[in-house]
C-alpha cells in the first residue's frame, strides 16, 4: 500500500508539474533527461501501468480474504397466492376444496453473510503472479526510462548538429558570395574565363540548397526534442551545452572494458519475468486438482405484517443465523486438467528457450555497441584530422585560383572537400553522444555519464 500511495503521488507531481511549466525551456543534457523521465507520456503511462500492477495485486490478495455481503429484501404481495386445502379438513363434502392464503401480506429481511476461504491452490498461486506481474512492469518501465533517456540524447544531438550545420553552411556561402564576386570581377577585366564564375556559382546554389535543408531539419529536430520531453512541440528551447563539448564529455573507452552481468540487462529480466510467468501456469493448472475449501457465516432477520410497520418500534424482528462450509473436490475430468498442465509445461519450455536466445541476442548487442563505440571515438579523431587537412587544401587552392595558378574545377573540388569534411566532423561528434548512449542502455548504466 505505502508503495502504491508513492507511485501514485509521483503520478501527480509530474502531471501538475507538467501544467504549470508552461513558457520557455533551457536545459543542458542533464537536466533535459530529468525533465523527459518526470514528463514524457510513455514515462507517465509506465508509472501508470506500476500503479495498476500494484492494484491488481492487492485485488488478488483481497480475493482470499473475508467478504460481506448484506442485501434487504420487502415484499408486498398485492394479490396473495390462494392455496386449496381438500374441504374434508373444514368438514365439507368429500371432493371439494376451501381456499386459503398463507403468510401475512407484507414482509421484510435483512441479511449479512460473511465467506472466507480456507484454501484454494489457484488462490496461492495467484499471489505470486500478481508480484510476477509487479516485477514484470518495473523492469518494463524501467527499460522505457532507458529508451526515453536514449532517445533524449539522440534528439539533443540531433538539434545540436542542425544548428552547427546551419551555422557552418551560412559561412560558407557567405565565403562563396564574397569568391563569386571577386571572380566577376576579375572576369569582366578579361583576366579569366567565364566558367570560373559559373563554377562558383554551381557550387552556390549547392550550399544555399543544403542550408535550407538544414534549416527545415533543425526545427523537425527541435520539434522532436519537444516531443521527447513531453512538452508542446512549438515551444522554444534553449540548449545550454555545445555539440563539441558534449563529444568530449562522452569520451570515455573504460565502458568497453565492461564485464557487467547479463542478468543486469533489463531485456534479460523481462525475458526471464516470462519464464516465471510460464512457471506460475503450470503452477496453476496443476492446483486445479486440489481441493478448495471456504466457510460462510450468515446472520439474518425477518419480520411479517399485513401493513408497512417495520419502523415500528412494536414490530416484530425473528433472527436468524447459519454456519456452514463448502468443500469442493476434483475427481476426474476425463484427462482436461492433464492437458491444461502439458500445454502450460510446453509453454514454459518456449519460454526458456525465448530465454536463451534473449541472452545470445544481449551477448550481440553488447559486443556491437561497444564496436560501435569504439569506432565513433577513433572516428571523431580522424575528424578532427581530416578537417584540419581539408581547411588547408582549401585555403592553398584559394590563393593558387586568385593568383591564376589553379583552374575554378580545382578550387571547386578542394571546397566541396572541405564541406563535407565539415560534415562528416559535426556528424563524428553525434555519433560518438550517440553510440555512448547506444551502449550505456545496453549495459543498463546510465548513471556512468555522471561519473566521467
Not at 535550407?212 to 516531443?227: E, G, L, P, T, Y
Not at 522554444?236 to 555539440?243: A, I
Not at 405484517?305 to 462450509?325: A, D, H, P, R, T
Not at 559535426?426 to 545496453?442: G, H, N, P, W, Y
Request: glycine residues 4%; hydrophobic residues 40%.
Amino acid at each position: 500500500m505505502h508503495k502504491s500511495l508513492i507511485i501514485i503521488c509521483l503520478l501527480l507531481f509530474s502531471t501538475a508539474g507538467k501544467a504549470q511549466q508552461k513558457g520557455n525551456y533551457s536545459f543542458n543534457l542533464e537536466e533535459a533527461i530529468q525533465f523527459a523521465l518526470d514528463s514524457n507520456y510513455t514515462v507517465l503511462n509506465a508509472r501508470r501501468d506500476i500503479a495498476i500492477a500494484l492494484k491488481q495485486k492487492w485485488e488478488t490478495t483481497a480475493s482470499g480474504l473475508p467478504q460481506i455481503d448484506g442485501a434487504v429484501n420487502y415484499t408486498n404481495n398485492l394479490k396473495q397466492p390462494v392455496t386449496l386445502l381438500p374441504g374434508e379438513i373444514a368438514g365439507g363434502a368429500p371432493g371439494t376444496f376451501v381456499p386459503i392464503t398463507f403468510g401475512t401480506k407484507q414482509s421484510a429481511s435483512a441479511t449479512a453473510t460473511l465467506n472466507q476461504l480456507i484454501f484454494d491452490g489457484s488462490y496461492l498461486v495467484g499471489l505470486k503472479a500478481a508480484k510476477a506481474f509487479l516485477d514484470y512492469s518495473e523492469n518494463a518501465s524501467e527499460k522505457t526510462s532507458l529508451e526515453v533517456r536514449k532517445g533524449v540524447i539522440n534528439a539533443y544531438g540531433s538539434v545540436l548538429l542542425s544548428e552547427e550545420l546551419v551555422a557552418i553552411f551560412e559561412k560558407n556561402k557567405k565565403n562563396l558570395e564574397k569568391n563569386i564576386y571577386e571572380t566577376r570581377k576579375i572576369y569582366e577585366n578579361g583576366l579569366t574565363e567565364e566558367e570560373s564564375v559559373e563554377q562558383l556559382e554551381i557550387t552556390l546554389l549547392d550550399i544555399e540548397s543544403q542550408l535550407n535543408n538544414a534549416k527545415r531539419s533543425a526545427s523537425i529536430a527541435r520539434q522532436m526534442f519537444n516531443v521527447s520531453l513531453g512538452i508542446d512541440a512549438d515551444e522554444n528551447v534553449e540548449f545550454k551545452d555545445s555539440l563539441d563539448d558534449l563529444a568530449q564529455q562522452n569520451i570515455s573507452l573504460t565502458l568497453l572494458d565492461d564485464t557487467s552481468s547479463i542478468e543486469e540487462n533489463v531485456d534479460y529480466k523481462i525475458a526471464y519475468n516470462l519464464t516465471e510467468q510460464r512457471d506460475l501456469e503450470v503452477q496453476l493448472a496443476k492446483s486445479k486438482a486440489l481441493p478448495t475449501l471456504s466457510a460462510f457465516l450468515n446472520y439474518g432477520t425477518a419480520a411479517n405484517s399485513e401493513e408497512f410497520s417495520f419502523l415500528k418500534n412494536e414490530q416484530i424482528w425473528y433472527q436468524s443465523s447459519v454456519l456452514g462450509f463448502n468443500l469442493n473436490v476434483p475427481i476426474f475430468s476425463s484427462g482436461m486438467r492433464s492437458a491444461k498442465t502439458q500445454q502450460a509445461k510446453i509453454a514454459l519450455e518456449k519460454a526458456k528457450t525465448s530465454l536463451d536466445e534473449a541472452v545470445q541476442n544481449i551477448k550481440l548487442e553488447v559486443n556491437t555497441a561497444k564496436s560501435n563505440y569504439q569506432f565513433a571515438t577513433e572516428n571523431y579523431e580522424n575528424s578532427k584530422k581530416n578537417i584540419a587537412l581539408a581547411e588547408r587544401i582549401e585555403h592553398k587552392n584559394q590563393i593558387k585560383f586568385t593568383e591564376g595558378l589553379s583552374t575554378s574545377f580545382d578550387l571547386r573540388q578542394a571546397q566541396t572537400q572541405l564541406y563535407s569534411a565539415q560534415q562528416q566532423y559535426f556528424q563524428s561528434m553525434l555519433d560518438v553522444i550517440t553510440t555512448k548512449a547506444t551502449l550505456e542502455t545496453v549495459l543498463n548504466k546510465p548513471q556512468l555519464r555522471n561519473n566521467n
